[in-house]
């Protein structure tokens, strides 16, 4: 079993900066892709942002020089620092993980459970 936990949300002005972190424990042998996404309401949830175990990074082009992402491999851990935050980015965001679990490479796809950000006008 592998859990994703996710905090650092809550409430801050248009304009203010969050940092969330999210970390991963349980049967890990190796994390590959670890990512950033949100739901926002009445939407569908969508990819904030993505690094790869070599540090490579993607970004949503609404984010692009606002956010930024960064894992430690050695811990499992991903980070997002998000600065002049806008009310558009108001959602739930959830830490990605595709995790494998052992040398026979089973594993796969894990989501942490959400923390809440919002930006207020």
């Known amino acids: 079993q592998v859990h994703l936990v996710e905090s650092g949300g809550g409430l801050v002005q248009a304009g203010g900066s969050l940092s969330l972190y999210c970390a991963a424990s349980?049967?890990?042998?190796?994390?590959?892709?670890m990512a950033w996404y949100r739901q926002r309401p009445g939407t569908q949830r969508e990819l904030v942002a993505i690094?790869?175990?070599?540090?490579?990074?993607k970004y949503a082009d609404s984010v692009k020089g606002r956010f930024t992402i960064s894992r430690d491999n050695a811990m499992n851990t991903v980070d997002l620092q998000m600065n002049s935050l806008q009310p558009e980015d108001t959602a739930v965001y959830h830490c990605?993980?595709?995790?494998?679990?052992?040398?026979?490479?089973?594993?796969?796809?894990?989501w942490g459970q959400g923390t809440q950000v919002t930006v207020s006008s």
């Open positions: 990605y993980a595709n995790i494998l679990n052992d040398v026979h490479l089973n594993g796969g796809d894990y």
């Open positions: 349980g049967s890990i042998f190796r994390t590959n892709d």
């Open positions: 690094i790869g175990r070599n540090g490579g990074t």
